[in-house]
């Protein structure tokens, strides 16, 4: 629509450049193509047209041609609507958007759920990773940055005719796992969501929260979380029972979350399901000399190729890191739905990782390591500095959402329009998601 009325007003300035060029000179000539700009303030406009190139040509001072162009155009009657105005070297034009808004309305309206769409990427298979949740603990304003940008891209790339495949890794093992479930242990007395009425990944997260106070009293909590994610790895009964108790709690909490959210998948993948299959992979990788093993027992890759250093994969007790099952993750990806591309949504300090994964996937003999992409973004701080959900320092996602919802009930109540929509709850969340998904979005 704006591309539309954009070229609607080039051609206009074009043809009356070439009028007023033909009464200067009394020839017609070629005049270059008008370029078109958007203005650095909104006060000065919309669009913009520079009349440098004109200058010598015409033997006018670019800010009197531009003057002499807004008089000739003004004197139309069947000028678009639209304010004309002379900035300096420029003609800008300020576009009546509320035309625009009730032509694109109508438009919408016409095409109802096919508004926007083409067929460009018909054909393509697309694999699209965002949320990636830790089950110890539950969602932040973090990670609801990330699902607005994975929805909203997977939206845009259907629009253009790809078949997409929304996933979600689960991060439910490791020494992050252990730490809340070490604190619970020590400290949690048998405590559920039940007989605390504490939503189950909030009850989780509470205990992520108190090992953090804990390990700053005791230097030996962060070893004991160690050992603890070896006996996991081993399968001791009552370590795996208890994982299996807490990421249940944890998992039905985000359920609840993504429904309210408004966010869905495609498939979800748990990386205790797939970091065995990428730590075989890395084994294999030694095996045919594509990674070393240091004295100390861990396995690392040299990363000269891509002018980093080197890179742990194995560490040095045989346990697996984030690198080791996004590797076996990736290739099980590929293996259930071969795909064209696979983008990952993640923030920009994951940059380095993906670096190396790809890299990594490259050296195990994998083609399509060409076709992953890291969509990369800005992080959302707070005033203070970066959330920390070890201490607690956190937008919460549930909170934040429901926050939202009342501030917009309210609204409505106290405009009187309740009986303007059928459902007012329903109303006032729809309007809170519309709003923080907006917010979200409007910065990279």
């Given at each position: 629509?704006?591309?539309?009325?954009?070229?609607?007003?080039?051609?206009?300035?074009?043809?009356?450049?070439?009028?007023?060029?033909?009464?200067?000179?009394?020839?017609?000539?070629?005049?270059?193509?008008?370029?078109v700009q958007t203005p650095p303030k909104p006060e000065l406009g919309d669009l913009a047209f520079p009349l440098f190139a004109y200058a010598k040509t015409l033997r006018t001072a670019p800010p009197l041609l531009a003057q002499e162009l807004k008089n000739r155009i003004e004197a139309l009657s069947d000028r678009p609507s639209g304010v004309l105005l002379v900035a300096g070297p420029y003609l800008n034009v300020r576009i009546d958007m509320s035309e625009i808004a009730t032509a694109l309305q109508q438009k919408i309206a016409q095409d109802g759920q096919h508004y926007g769409t083409n067929s460009s990427m018909e054909g393509k298979r697309v694999t699209i990773e965002f949320s990636c949740p830790n089950t110890n603990k539950p969602l932040h304003l973090g990670h609801?940055?990330?699902?607005?940008?994975?929805?909203?891209?997977?939206?845009?790339?259907?629009?253009?005719?790809?078949?997409?495949?929304?996933?979600?890794?689960?991060?439910?093992?490791g020494v992050h796992i252990c730490k809340s479930m070490l604190a619970y242990q020590k400290f949690g007395n048998g405590e559920t969501p039940q007989s605390s009425n504490i939503k189950g990944d909030h009850l989780v997260g509470k205990y992520y929260v108190k090992f953090a106070q804990w390990a700053k009293e005791d230097p030996s909590a962060e070893e004991q979380a160690q050992q603890m994610l070896v006996k996991w790895e081993q399968g001791d009964e009552k370590t795996i029972a208890l994982w299996k108790l807490m990421n249940g709690w944890t998992l039905d909490g985000l359920a609840e979350s993504y429904k309210r959210m408004g966010i869905s998948f495609d498939a979800y993948y748990y990386e205790s399901e797939t970091y065995r299959f990428g730590k075989d992979e890395i084994l294999k990788g030694l095996e045919d000399g594509v990674f070393y093993r240091e004295e100390?027992?861990?396995?690392?890759?040299d990363l000269?190729?891509?002018?980093?250093?080197?890179?742990?994969?194995?560490?040095?007790?045989?346990?697996?890191?984030?690198?080791?099952?996004?590797?076996?993750?990736?290739?099980?990806?590929?293996?259930?739905?071969?795909?064209?591309?696979?983008?990952?949504?993640?923030?920009?300090?994951?940059?380095?990782?993906?670096?190396?994964?790809?890299?990594?996937l490259d050296l195990l003999g994998y083609s399509w390591a060409k076709d992953l992409h890291h969509l990369s973004y800005g992080m959302v701080n707070l005033p203070e500095g970066k959330m920390k959900s070890r201490e607690g320092t956190v937008v919460d996602a549930d909170e934040l959402v429901e926050t939202l919802t009342e501030l917009?009930?309210?609204?409505?109540?106290?405009?009187?329009?309740?009986?303007?929509v059928d459902d007012v709850d329903k109303t006032s969340h729809s309007i809170a998601l519309g709003a923080l998904n907006y917010y979200l979005l409007q910065v990279t």
């Amino acid at each position: 629509m704006l591309k539309a009325v954009r070229e609607t007003w080039k051609t206009l300035i074009e043809e009356q450049l070439a009028l007023y060029a033909k009464s200067v000179l009394e020839v017609d000539v070629a005049l270059p193509p008008l370029a078109v700009q958007t203005p650095p303030k909104p006060e000065l406009g919309d669009l913009a047209f520079p009349l440098f190139a004109y200058a010598k040509t015409l033997r006018t001072a670019p800010p009197l041609l531009a003057q002499e162009l807004k008089n000739r155009i003004e004197a139309l009657s069947d000028r678009p609507s639209g304010v004309l105005l002379v900035a300096g070297p420029y003609l800008n034009v300020r576009i009546d958007m509320s035309e625009i808004a009730t032509a694109l309305q109508q438009k919408i309206a016409q095409d109802g759920q096919h508004y926007g769409t083409n067929s460009s990427m018909e054909g393509k298979r697309v694999t699209i990773e965002f949320s990636c949740p830790n089950t110890n603990k539950p969602l932040h304003l973090g990670h609801m940055r990330n699902d607005s940008l994975g929805e909203s891209v997977a939206a845009l790339l259907k629009a253009n005719g790809a078949t997409v495949r929304k996933v979600n890794l689960i991060n439910n093992r490791g020494v992050h796992i252990c730490k809340s479930m070490l604190a619970y242990q020590k400290f949690g007395n048998g405590e559920t969501p039940q007989s605390s009425n504490i939503k189950g990944d909030h009850l989780v997260g509470k205990y992520y929260v108190k090992f953090a106070q804990w390990a700053k009293e005791d230097p030996s909590a962060e070893e004991q979380a160690q050992q603890m994610l070896v006996k996991w790895e081993q399968g001791d009964e009552k370590t795996i029972a208890l994982w299996k108790l807490m990421n249940g709690w944890t998992l039905d909490g985000l359920a609840e979350s993504y429904k309210r959210m408004g966010i869905s998948f495609d498939a979800y993948y748990y990386e205790s399901e797939t970091y065995r299959f990428g730590k075989d992979e890395i084994l294999k990788g030694l095996e045919d000399g594509v990674f070393y093993r240091e004295e100390d027992g861990s396995v690392w890759v040299d990363l000269e190729a891509i002018k980093l250093d080197k890179k742990v994969l194995l560490r040095k007790d045989g346990t697996s890191l984030y690198m080791t099952q996004d590797v076996g993750t990736a290739i099980m990806r590929h293996k259930d739905w071969p795909f064209d591309s696979l983008i990952y949504v993640v923030a920009s300090e994951q940059q380095y990782h993906f670096r190396v994964l790809f890299h990594v996937l490259d050296l195990l003999g994998y083609s399509w390591a060409k076709d992953l992409h890291h969509l990369s973004y800005g992080m959302v701080n707070l005033p203070e500095g970066k959330m920390k959900s070890r201490e607690g320092t956190v937008v919460d996602a549930d909170e934040l959402v429901e926050t939202l919802t009342e501030l917009a009930r309210n609204e409505i109540r106290e405009k009187e329009r309740e009986e303007l929509v059928d459902d007012v709850d329903k109303t006032s969340h729809s309007i809170a998601l519309g709003a923080l998904n907006y917010y979200l979005l409007q910065v990279t």
